[in-house]
């Protein structure tokens, strides 16, 4: 079966501009979550989506957005880039959202210049 | 003050050593407890669930104090392949499943 897959692997943007980082969960997944990595960190919650509405939110400024899909894949938005913005962005799926073990897919590396 | 902390390491130990981890959390409310492992450059995996009984997985062994509000994890018998990032991890249920990671610690297995 096929884990949690995240496109793209790498992304080097530049400061001022948006990406888009996209994630399909683990099939019979609904709830699907949102982090980021900076290098020598643990990973901070950014999303959490379960059945295509927000379930939770993490300390992170409204250039940040994300949105699920009625496939229950989902998007990472992220406007007028900063350099600050470089990390690994982690995606994790499960089945119900509440109090389950999470499944990471192998994450987005995001270098911004 | 972060809301799970870890000592960053790195722990250098040789093979066949047993290795103890300790980590501490502040949020009384949270409910369901983690151990991940995550490799250089990979994404993180999960080791085991930490219960308040204490639980065993092979030459693991992850402790939980509700009281003192502290998690270990204990490897016995190192192996080379044990060199990783383990990160000691919370969920406040009540918030829905965000995870709250502690900075992670350093693991280095030599032979």
């Known amino acids: 079966d096929a884990g949690v897959t995240q496109s793209p692997t790498h992304l080097i943007k530049t400061r001022g501009q948006h990406v888009t980082l996209r994630c399909s969960p683990i099939s019979g997944h609904k709830s699907v979550s949102w982090y980021q990595q900076v290098l020598g960190q643990g990973p901070q919650f950014i999303f959490q989506?379960?059945?295509?509405?927000?379930?939770g939110r993490g300390n992170f400024p409204d250039r940040f957005s994300a949105r699920q899909f009625p496939n229950y894949s989902s998007e990472l938005n992220v406007n007028a880039l900063l350099l600050g913005d470089s990390a690994l962005y982690l995606c994790a799926s499960s089945v119900f959202g509440r109090d389950e073990t999470q499944y990471f897919g192998p994450g987005t590396r995001l270098l911004v210049l | 003050r972060k809301e799970v902390e870890q000592d960053p390491g790195p722990f250098n130990v040789p093979e066949g050593a047993t290795v103890a981890f300790n980590c501490t959390y502040s949020n009384s409310a949270s409910q369901s407890f983690f151990w991940y492992r995550q490799d250089c450059r990979k994404e993180p995996k999960l080791l085991m669930s930490v219960y308040s009984s204490g639980n065993e997985d092979g030459r693991f062994t992850a402790q939980l104090n509700r009281a003192s509000q502290y998690i270990s994890l204990l490897i016995r018998d190192s192996k080379l392949s044990d060199s990783a990032t383990y990160l000691c991890v919370v969920n406040n249920n009540n918030a829905g499943n965000m995870l709250t990671f502690g900075g992670g610690t350093r693991l280095m297995v030599k032979p």
């Open positions: 989506y379960y059945e295509k509405e927000e379930r």
